[in-house]
């Protein structure tokens, strides 16, 4: 079949929106940070994409088992709803390290130019206290109840809610690593409301 | 202090904390530690409700659709849905304008997500829009505005948080979905159509029969995975969580070993981006439940069917309904994600006026869909306004026809329930 002009066009066109699909799934997060930097970042992605794949693994398994052979695992839901909060904590901790963190730019950015970076400066700080105090709660929270076992894995459940105290310790830390940064930035003459 | 008081303390602070750009998940928290504190309610309240947030087994479906969703767009097949949809409807006058809504119908099936639509797809689109003469503003409005089908076909993150925070069957939402997706689609086909005639727009590719067939040879596959979803559901093979799964086994497959195009490294980063995209989801709604549950103790809810029922004059559920849609429509305007946050204020007020909450779940979505394009947040006009580098003054005069094509889809979808209830109902029966 010989194609027109505008159907060859539009050929070249699908190939682009592949190659930009793939560009934007497949993109280094991390490209242009130090060495330090990466390390933290990779460590706790391999713990998060440990966490997604399991999940994965054990949801299969359990269902195909229920087809295939008759009979699916009793502890494969309590399994998997204990390795979610890795998954979600491991999330957490990422968006706020790469600053993709879920927030409202619109009047931050409506702000008069002079006062954006105190307010960003003392916004990193009470991030970072918040995240701490929650640390501290959950920690109150995983020595009070974090040896109750779960039922089918046999595990204590604190296992699964310690993943709170990690989270949210580690997202304190990096607000205050940014809140460092900022500081250091303002006292060398920038404003540090890129924080 | 009132207990009511303190709730609406609460309320101030949150929009407050959001507005100097706290994040949503350090805002819900400092929220809920507030209330906790004012009432003098035990601290560790917060991570007890937290954690049996987290712990719903509905929610094991956002990372896996999430994933799955990446896979797809990874393994290929953008472009091949692209092709089909041009052989499709690209010899429509407005051709290239229709070609970007059926693809966006098409992704929402795949993937779910509007954003990856936007910068995935627009980015290649709106380009090639403004080189086949369209208007840079009309070009960003509407592929704005497509990307918004997205979140009503299944696989739906909306619905998926949906269904965490009421309980519904994600299964009924999911189907649900399906035909107002569909007709939201249609709807904007149909202004596109309007606006090529009064503008003289021209086809973007040939018909052919033999295109139609090569094309869609090359994209049946990447159907398959919207099949899996929703034929599962329907013959009741799989629970939503093991649609995810079985669809991202089939994504994989597709990606790695049929389309060939997915390696190791690629696949580890794309499950890397699933964890990252739906770790905070989850925590927002986790935190959620807390907020809600103090927020029901302050009897939040009930000052809120107090109010809705002085605002709405005559007793008639559409205007209950609507009022409710209102609040949503304003609450969605700033928040993102929109659902987790409000859901839990107003899920006793709907209890309370027995709505049906399969109905009520497109609904929000569709309130969702309109926050997105609404400003002051707007985030699709705004991610498709820079792609198309036009000013966001413009993108928003030239999505009206649009804004107003999709309210007034969203007040026919109000009067008419069966649009969203009568597939699963048919399942069901």
Same mark, same amino acid.
């Given at each position: ?8 066009n539009?050929?070249a066109?699908?190939?682009q ?11 280094d997060p ?6 330090l930097?990466r390390?933290?970042?990779?460590t ?7 966490a997604?794949?399991s999940i994965v693994?054990?949801v299969?398994?359990?269902a ?5 052979l008759?009979s699916s ?11 979610l909060?890795?998954l979600?904590m491991?999330?957490v901790?990422?968006s706020v390290?790469r600053?993709t ?6 009047? *931050? ?11 960003a400066r003392?916004v990193?700080?009470?991030n970072?206290i918040?995240?701490a105090t929650m640390a501290?709660v ?8 974090g040896?109750?076992?779960a039922?089918y ?6 296992v699964?809610t310690?993943a709170?105290?990690?989270?949210a310790a580690?997202?304190a ?12 930035r303002?006292a ?8 | 202090m009132?207990?009511?008081a ?6 101030l602070?949150l ?10 998940v350090?805002?819900i928290m400092?929220?809920?530690f507030?209330?906790?504190?004012m009432?003098g ?11 049996s947030?987290?712990g719903?087994f509905?929610l094991i479906?956002?990372? !896996?659709f999430v ?5 797809m767009?990874a393994g ?5 849905i692209?092709?089909?949809?041009r ?6 006058r407005g051709?290239?304008a ?9 992704f929402?099936g795949?993937?779910g997500?509007s954003?990856a ?6 980015s ?11 208007p840079?503003?009309f070009?960003a409005?509407?592929?704005?505005s497509?990307?918004g ?9 909306p619905?998926?948080?949906y ?5 519904v ?5 999911f189907?649900a979905g ?7 689609g249609l709807?904007?086909m149909m202004?596109?159509a ?11 590719a ?10 869609g ?5 990447s159907?398959?995975?919207?099949l899996i979803i929703?034929?599962?559901?329907v013959i009741?093979?799989f ?5 995810g799964?079985f669809?991202v086994?089939?994504?994989?497959v597709l990606a ?5 195009v ?16 739906s770790g905070e !989801?989850?925590?927002?709604v986790?935190l959620?439940?807390?907020?809600g549950?103090?927020?029901t103790?302050a009897r ?6 107090? *109010? ?5 004059v ?6 209950r309904?609507?009022? !409710?849609l209102v ?6 305007m700033?928040?993102?994600p929109?659902?987790?946050v409000?859901m839990p204020i107003?899920l006793?007020t709907?209890?309370?006026y027995d ?5 009520f ?8 869909v309109?926050g ?8 699709a ?6 792609i198309a ?7 928003m005069?030239?999505?009206t026809?649009?804004?107003l ?6 007040l ?9 209830t ?8």
């Amino acid at each position: 079949m010989v194609k027109s002009g505008r159907d060859r066009n539009g050929d070249a066109v699908a190939e682009q929106i592949d190659r930009s699909a793939r560009k934007l799934e497949l993109a280094d997060p991390d490209a242009g940070l130090g060495r330090l930097d990466r390390g933290i970042n990779r460590t706790i992605e391999a713990i998060g994409v440990l966490a997604l794949a399991s999940i994965v693994l054990v949801v299969f398994a359990n269902a195909s088992s229920r087809y295939l052979l008759n009979s699916s695992f009793s502890w494969a839901e309590e399994m998997v709803q204990m390795t979610l909060p890795w998954l979600a904590m491991a999330g957490v901790f990422l968006s706020v390290r790469r600053g993709t963190v879920i927030r409202i730019d619109f009047f *931050f950015e409506k702000m008069p130019h002079w006062i954006r970076g105190t307010v960003a400066r003392a916004v990193l700080a009470f991030n970072c206290i918040v995240l701490a105090t929650m640390a501290v709660v959950s920690f109150d929270f995983v020595r009070m109840f974090g040896g109750d076992m779960a039922l089918y894995v046999g595990l204590p459940t604190g296992v699964s809610t310690s993943a709170l105290i990690f989270g949210a310790a580690g997202a304190a830390m990096a607000y205050a690593a940014a809140f460092v940064g900022a500081f250091r930035r303002s006292a060398a003459g920038g404003n540090g409301r890129d924080a | 202090m009132t207990p009511l008081a303190g709730a609406g303390l609460s309320i101030l602070l949150l929009c407050g904390l959001l507005v100097f750009r706290v994040p949503m998940v350090v805002a819900i928290m400092a929220v809920v530690f507030f209330g906790n504190f004012m009432s003098g309610a035990w601290m560790m309240t917060l991570p007890q409700t937290m954690m049996s947030g987290i712990g719903r087994f509905v929610l094991i479906a956002l990372p !896996l659709f999430v994933l799955a969703g990446g896979l797809m767009n990874a393994g290929g097949i953008s472009g091949r849905i692209f092709e089909f949809a041009r052989a499709l409807v690209g010899a429509f006058r407005g051709g290239l304008a229709h070609v970007n809504v059926v693809t966006s119908m098409f992704f929402g099936g795949m993937i779910g997500s509007s954003t990856a639509d936007l910068a995935g797809t627009g980015s290649i689109v709106i380009p090639e829009m403004k080189k086949n003469g369209y208007p840079a503003d009309f070009s960003a409005a509407l592929t704005a505005s497509s990307a918004g089908i997205g979140p009503m076909i299944p696989p739906s993150s909306p619905m998926i948080l949906y269904s965490a925070m009421t309980g519904v069957s994600l299964g009924a939402l999911f189907l649900a979905g399906l035909i107002p997706g569909l007709l939201l689609g249609l709807s904007q086909m149909m202004i596109v159509a309007w606006l090529a005639k009064r503008r003289g727009w021209k086809a973007y590719a040939d018909f052919s029969l033999d295109e139609v067939y090569r094309t869609g040879r090359r994209a049946i596959l990447s159907f398959g995975m919207p099949l899996i979803i929703v034929g599962g559901l329907v013959i009741g093979v799989f629970t939503p969580s093991e649609a995810g799964a079985f669809a991202v086994v089939y994504a994989l497959v597709l990606a790695m070993f049929v389309h060939r195009v997915l390696d190791l490294g690629g696949l580890y980063r794309v499950l890397a981006n699933a964890v990252q995209l739906s770790g905070e !989801l989850l925590i927002i709604v986790g935190l959620s439940f807390a907020l809600g549950s103090a927020l029901t103790n302050a009897r939040v809810p009930e000052f809120l069917v107090e *109010f809705i029922d002085m605002v709405t004059v005559v007793d008639s559920m559409y205007l209950r309904i609507l009022a !409710l849609l209102v609040l949503a429509i304003l609450a969605g305007m700033i928040l993102d994600p929109l659902i987790p946050v409000l859901m839990p204020i107003i899920l006793p007020t709907l209890i309370a006026y027995d709505v049906n909450l399969v109905h009520f779940g497109v609904l929000m979505v569709i309130a969702v869909v309109i926050g997105q394009v609404t400003p002051p947040m707007a985030i699709a006009l705004i991610i498709a306004g820079k792609i198309a580098d036009v000013d966001q003054i413009r993108v928003m005069r030239a999505n009206t026809p649009f804004f107003l094509g999709i309210v007034c889809f969203l007040l026919i979808a109000i009067a008419i329930p069966g649009l969203a209830t009568w597939l699963p109902n048919l399942v069901r029966n």
